[in-house]
């Protein structure tokens, strides 16, 4: 994106600045100078722009991140909803950088920048074009899995038949028991439960017993066992979708939750060298794993299969190596799952906006990535939804993987922001009243453009007739 005659353009010292101040430090600005990055809580940058009419615009912005600051981050917020972050670390001074498209009526808007983590970038301006309306619908497309079963092509169809059109309400829980506390509370709020139930695996390894274990790591292991028998509970008994993850406790051990790169001395490298120790040790952690998943297909329940999440972030060890390990671990696990195991039950989801890391688009099902917007911030999460689009040219379907305050219905309508489900985190994020206030959750589980579980058809022999 190039600075044009034609684009609406605000200098950052024209905002409105909180704990930020203009400066001249680093050569290569236009204007009267930059704002420097936000540095604590509450810092943020403001600027108003006019738009002259009803649209669609390409949001773009110029910044800097310094050597040595590491990753820098900022909320994107677009009158005061959530649009998503600006991350950045070290650039070759001033960059320009596409955001998202954002539909503005006529008249003036706030962009603001916030702090969230670490420090935010160096601002120079922001930059608005003109754009085309973003496209909704998808060409069908086949499982990946040519063998998937009757009942997983069936929720396929049905997903098929959703996107662009509604989103599937989810909610995931730390405890793989019936009833939840999340459940409960949702239940409680609004009269309805989410469609889709959110599991783990991380009790299904063969490394959980760890050094140093906190007690939080204990109870998460011992309320996590009777995930397979609720997760063919919902499915069977109450009509509701599953969707799995894996914290995957590392199998040559560690301390504590294992699955935190900075827990364990695990070599993902190593473990994908066959004749390894730690490549046997590999094997039989998927093994066990799939043995649960058969539980699974034997009782005909299809799977929304989310592993190897987050890693680009590095914080977990099957991202700690990089994209190419972690791409080899992908490929090995549905080599296994699929051709040993005939695991014909999954659909499979990636899970990373992060173009390096992926593996390809005929290799996943579904593309994601999870994103928690401030507390209480609704907003569309319109440029993760694109950064993830982008991954397989616009050709998939999108789904929100993690999230933690709920985006706003409507707000999703009107950016055309397709998201396919979201799934809330358990513990707090729901139960608290912070992320998603009472008010807002009665909103959505209301809302016509939200499924909820008792809206689900017989999807698992949707489309068959």
Known sequence: MNISSSMIVVQAEEGRLHGVACVTETPGYTGAGYVKGTSKDGDKLEVDMHVPEDGFYDLGIRFA????????????????????????????????????????????????????????????????????????????????NPNASEATVGLWNYLNSNFGRRVITGQHTASGFLPAEEFDYIQKVTGK????????????????????????????????????????????????????????????????????????????????????????????????????????????????????????????????????????????????????????????????????????????????????????????LRKPFEQVDALAGGKKLIALGENGSIPDPDQMMASRTPWLWYMTWGGGFVVDGKSTKDDQLRKVYSHPYCITLDLLPDWRRYGME
């Open 65 to 144: 991140v310094a050597n040595g600051k590491g990753k820098c981050t900022n909320a994107l917020l677009i009158d005061g909803s959530c649009y998503g972050y600006v991350m950045s670390r070290s650039t070759s001074g001033f960059v320009i950088e596409h955001q998202c498209a954002v539909y503005f009526k006529a008249g003036t808007h706030t962009i603001t920048l916030l702090k969230a983590w670490d420090y935010g970038v160096d601002v120079d301006c922001f930059m608005l074009s003109p754009a085309q309306t973003p496209e909704l619908s998808r060409s069908p497309r086949k499982l990946i």
């Open 193 to 380: 439960q989410p469609a889709i139930r959110g599991f783990d695996l991380l009790s299904y390894t063969h490394a959980t017993e760890t050094a140093e274990p906190t007690e939080h790591k204990l109870l998460e292991i011992a309320e996590n066992k009777g995930s397979i028998e609720s997760a063919i509970e919902w499915t069977n008994a109450y009509n509701g979708i599953v969707t799995l993850t894996w914290h995957w406790f590392a199998p040559t051990g560690g301390k504590d939750k294992t699955f935190y790169t900075q827990n364990t001395d695990f070599n993902l490298p190593i473990a994908l060298t066959p004749e390894t120790k730690e490549h046997e040790l590999l094997l039989a952690d998927m093994d066990a794993v799939a043995e649960q998943l058969k539980r699974l297909r034997d009782a005909d329940v299809p799977v929304l299969w989310r592993p190897l999440h987050e890693a680009d972030g590095a914080w977990f060890w099957w991202g700690a190596f990089g994209p190419e390990p972690c791409k080899q671990l992908w490929r090995l696990m549905y080599d296994r799952f699929t051709n040993l195991h005939q695991l014909n039950n999954l659909i499979w989801v990636w899970n990373s906006h992060v173009k390096d890391w992926y593996p390809g688009e005929g290799e996943t099902d579904i593309d994601s990535c999870d994103i928690y917007a401030p507390s209480a911030n609704y907003g569309p």
